[in-house]
Structure formats: C-alpha cells, structure tokens
C-alpha cells in the first residue's frame, strides 16, 4: 500500500520547538518534489516548505528563518523542524510528495502528488 504518513504533531507553548516526520510507506521519493504544507481553521493550505527534483529548499514567507526541511539519504523519510512556533503556526501540517520510479536507466518522478492524513500542531500563549 502507497501512502504517507506523519508524525510529530502535538502541542507546545509558543517559542518552543518541534520535528515533523513523514514516512513514505511503499515507494520513495528520493530526487523528486517533496514538501509540506499547513491549513489552518477557515484558511487555505498553504506552501511551508518544498525541495524540488534539484534538492532546492524553498520557504513560505511567514517562516523567517524558523522551520527546516529536509529528508533521509535513502529518500524515505522528510522532516519539518520548527523552532520559534508562534501561536499562528497552528494548524494541520501535510507532508506532500511525488514518487520516485527507478529504470534501468535511471529514474523518472511520477508527477502524482502523494498527500498524508495530516499531524495537528497547536501553539498555545
């Protein structure tokens, strides 16, 4: 079975810190576009941090600094480490990937967005 899952979530008081994980259970995605994403009550989700085919980090302008992303060598598991969290960092958190597909050539990212069932962060006064 295909799918991806995060841990990680919780609650903490703002200026505390936390690490997201997701794990990609049935394919990897090592050299392919991975990112996550939040969506907080009554908002659109939105773009927190993204690595592109290239190994290219790119932040939502409300990061500042604060969060890192970053993945396993074996391209199986990404991580989200947030530090600084202000009371506006809550939300759900998604991991979002595409999947890799080797060849005998090489490989190819299948252009499918692969999406977890979300982690909870809530940061508190």
């Known amino acids: 079975q295909v799918h991806l899952m995060e841990s990680g979530g919780g609650s903490v008081e703002a200026g505390g810190s936390l690490k997201l994980s997701c794990a990609a259970n049935?394919?990897?995605?090592?050299?392919?576009?991975t990112g996550w994403y939040r969506q907080a009550p009554g908002k659109e989700r939105e773009m927190v941090a993204n690595?592109?085919?290239?190994?290219?980090?790119t932040y939502g302008d409300f990061v500042k600094g604060r969060f890192t992303v970053s993945q396993d060598n074996a391209g199986n598991n990404l991580y989200l480490e947030m530090n600084s969290l202000q009371i506006e960092d809550t939300a759900v958190y998604y991991c979002?990937?595409?999947?890799?597909?080797?060849?005998?050539?090489?490989?190819?990212?299948?252009?499918?967005?692969?999406w977890g069932q979300g982690t909870q962060v809530t940061v508190s006064s």
């Open positions: 979002k990937s595409e999947r890799r597909q080797d060849y005998s050539g090489g490989h190819y990212c299948i252009p499918i967005n692969y």
């Open positions: 690595i592109d085919r290239d190994g290219r980090r």
């Open positions: 049935g394919f990897g995605f090592s050299n392919c576009e």
